[in-house]
């Protein structure tokens, strides 16, 4: 039946002008927006202009876009551009951006980047993002200031899911100001985060070695999901923090035991809302240490 279907309507003939016309672009927009071949969209979106945007929500949804000190320029001459016209600037739904250098970075073994890449200098820039659900922000380094926060409140203000990886920063507030920068976050996933140092405003908590919240901090995201492979101080801190502020929102959670201090902070939180998660992974920690960093960006 098959085969006589073919012979009637062969696939390959091309729909007469009119016929094409006469079909609403929301029709076209449908179909593309269901197809899985990668070379079959890009062919779409030379078709023609109606088909452009289409072709391009469907590619870049289910592709990340990795943004680093190398191909910087090329990323912002591409926002600059769709200043002026349609871009896949506006498309993107995941983006990974890389800092890989720091003004306080020292590199053991041959010379520093020529190509500096500063949060503070480039993110200002990063405009027109309006679909990025999805982002990475890796190497990050404890000279960061007050234009990283606000140019993440300001273009990043939809994100979704958050990963920080490899990251050292000056302190706990620190991080802090990061999170609260995305109010509708509800997946958090923290790599390699260390701090430089630990507010004295952390104390003995029930004569255990773990860090009590004291002072007054933001109220955490309502996470759905947050995995953790933190060290131990750093662990200690993030678990205190959601149970001192009783986030009971998540519902898939993985951490790694390392320490007594950090296990208890952990088993804390789980005797108060342990009840409400649908699944709990539970690994041993491994230890993230960036090739060339020196060694007291890791305490």
Same mark, same amino acid.
């Given at each position: 039946?098959?085969?006589?279907?073919?012979?009637?309507?062969?696939?390959?003939?091309?729909?007469?002008?009119?016929?094409?016309?006469?079909?609403?672009?929301?029709?076209?927009?449908?179909?593309?927006?269901?197809?899985?071949?990668?070379?079959?969209?890009?062919?779409?979106?030379?078709?023609?202009?109606?088909?452009?945007?289409?072709?391009?929500?469907?590619?870049?949804?289910?592709?990340?876009?990795?943004?680093?000190?190398?191909?910087?320029?090329?990323?912002?001459?591409?926002?600059?551009?769709?200043?002026?016209?349609?871009?896949?600037?506006?498309?993107?739904?995941?983006?990974?951006?890389?800092?890989?250098?720091?003004?306080?970075?020292?590199?053991?073994?041959?010379?520093?980047?020529?190509?500096?890449?500063?949060?503070?200098?480039?993110?200002?820039?990063?405009?027109?993002?309006?679909?990025?659900?999805?982002?990475?922000?890796?190497?990050?380094?404890?000279?960061?200031?007050?234009?990283?926060?606000?140019? %993440? #409140?300001?273009?990043?203000?939809?994100?979704?899911? *958050?990963?920080?990886? +490899?990251? =050292?920063?000056? /302190?706990?507030?620190?991080?802090?100001?990061?999170?609260?920068?995305?109010?509708?976050?509800?997946?958090?996933?923290?790599?390699?985060?260390?701090?430089?140092?630990?507010?004295?405003?952390?104390?003995?908590?029930?004569?255990?070695?773990?860090?009590?919240?004291?002072?007054?901090?933001?109220?955490?995201?309502?996470?759905?999901?947050?995995?953790?492979?933190?060290?131990?101080?750093?662990?200690?801190?993030?678990?205190?923090?959601?149970?001192?502020?009783?986030?009971?929102?998540?519902?898939?959670?993985?951490?790694?035991?390392?320490?007594?201090?950090?296990?208890?902070?952990?088993?804390?939180? %789980? #005797?108060?809302?342990?009840?409400?998660?649908?699944? *709990?992974?539970?690994? +041993?920690? =491994?230890?993230? /240490?960036?090739?060339?960093?020196?060694?007291?960006?890791?305490?």
């Amino acid at each position: 039946m098959a085969n006589d279907f073919s012979k009637v309507y062969p696939m390959t003939k091309a729909l007469s002008q009119e016929l094409s016309d006469s079909i609403p672009i929301e029709i076209y927009e449908y179909i593309i927006a269901h197809m899985d071949s990668t070379s079959a969209l890009k062919n779409c979106s030379l078709t023609c202009r109606a088909w452009l945007q289409a072709s391009w929500k469907n590619i870049f949804s289910r592709r990340r876009i990795v943004v680093d000190c190398n191909n910087c320029e090329a990323f912002l001459q591409l926002i600059e551009l769709d200043r002026q016209s349609v871009t896949i600037i506006r498309f993107i739904r995941s983006l990974h951006i890389e800092q890989g250098d720091s003004r306080l970075l020292f590199r053991s073994t041959g010379p520093r980047n020529p190509k500096t890449f500063q949060f503070d200098d480039f993110l200002p820039r990063f405009v027109g993002l309006v679909s990025v659900k999805t982002l990475r922000l890796g190497w990050i380094r404890r000279d960061i200031g007050p234009t990283m926060i606000t140019s %993440l #409140r300001t273009n990043f203000g939809k994100v979704t899911v *958050l990963e920080l990886n +490899s990251v =050292v920063l000056a /302190s706990a507030d620190q991080l802090l100001d990061i999170l609260i920068s995305f109010p509708s976050l509800t997946n958090l996933t923290l790599v390699g985060v260390a701090f430089s140092s630990l507010s004295e405003s952390y104390s003995v908590y029930e004569g255990e070695q773990t860090f009590f919240v004291e002072r007054t901090l933001p109220v955490p995201p309502k996470l759905n999901e947050l995995s953790c492979n933190l060290p131990r101080d750093e662990t200690v801190f993030i678990f205190s923090w959601l149970t001192a502020h009783g986030v009971s929102s998540i519902q898939r959670l993985n951490v790694t035991l390392i320490h007594e201090s950090s296990n208890a902070a952990i088993s804390r939180y %789980l #005797r108060k809302f342990g009840s409400t998660l649908e699944e *709990l992974t539970i690994g +041993s920690f =491994v230890s993230i /240490s960036p090739e060339g960093a020196c060694v007291e960006d890791f305490r």
